[in-house]
T-cell receptor, first 113, second 113 residues
Framework: GESVGLHLPTLSVQEGDNSIINCAYS??????FIWYKQESGKGPQFIID?????DKRQGQRVTVLLNKTVKHLSLQIAATQPGDSAVYFC????????????FGKGTKLSVIP | ETGVTQTPRHLVMGMTNKKSLKCEQH?????MYWYKQSAKKPLELMFV???????ENNSVPSRFSPECPNSSHLFLHLHTLQPEDSALYLC????????????FGSGTRLTVV
């Protein structure tokens, strides 16, 4: 079965509000996680990553939180803008010598102007 | 433009046709990848090349045949496809194999009729 998944398939937020997109994983050996953004008609674009020895990492308007206890990953987008409308999905590397990424299905974020 | 160019952007082919997808990158990357993105399914890794050598062997039907003539070009040769092969085929590259800083192309939307 799929290890990486998402709690919600769609998310609608008001412009200017903060967005939180969640991801669950089941493999406790996973040691690296990435969030991607995929706009309509485009390929996925790297947003931010985090290693398992960290709990939080911040970028420009984005923060990734990792809770290893409950195997949960979240992406927070501050002051969501219309340009943030896209599908977001997480990916994990399962460690143990594996160099492949396992991707989640994605959450579609819609920003309401 | 992400630096990874895929052609064609759209392709409709019959089940008895033979076609090829092309990917080109001018980023100086040494690793290239083919991914399949089906509706409502996560991204699936199909093939990985590092320095023109295939380095991963995922379970992919033989009707998909990759070719990597040099580190800048990657092809996916298609023959005798099935309707369930209809999907978005994404090419990606990274500086080195085992480097997750992927740059994705915009994909080829394939429809098998």
């Amino acid at each position: 079965g799929e290890s990486v998944g998402l709690h919600l398939p769609t998310l609608s937020v008001q412009e200017g509000d903060n967005s939180i997109i969640n991801c669950a994983y089941s493999n406790s050996a996973s040691d690296y996680f990435i969030w991607y953004k995929q706009e309509s008609g485009k390929g996925p674009q790297f947003i931010i990553d985090i290693r398992s020895n960290m709990d939080k990492r911040q970028g420009q308007r984005v923060t990734v939180l990792l809770n290893k206890t409950v195997k949960h990953l979240s992406l927070q987008i501050a002051a969501t803008q219309p340009g943030d409308s896209a599908v977001y999905f997480c990916a994990e590397n399962r460690g143990a010598g594996s160099y492949q990424l396992t991707f989640g299905k994605g959450t579609k974020l819609s920003v309401i102007p | 433009e992400t630096g990874v160019t895929q052609t064609p952007r759209h392709l409709v082919m019959g089940m008895t046709n033979k076609k090829s997808l092309k990917c080109e990158q001018h980023l100086g990357h040494n690793a290239m990848y083919w991914y399949k993105q089906s509706a409502k399914k996560p991204l699936e890794l199909m093939f990985v090349y590092s320095l023109e050598e295939r380095v991963e062997n995922n379970s992919v039907p033989s009707r998909f045949s990759p070719e990597c003539p040099n580190s800048s070009h990657l092809f996916l040769h298609l023959h005798t496809l099935q309707p369930e092969d209809s999907a978005l085929y994404l090419c990606a590259s990274s500086q080195e194999y085992r480097d997750y800083g992927y740059t994705f192309g915009s994909g080829t939307r394939l429809t098998v009729v």
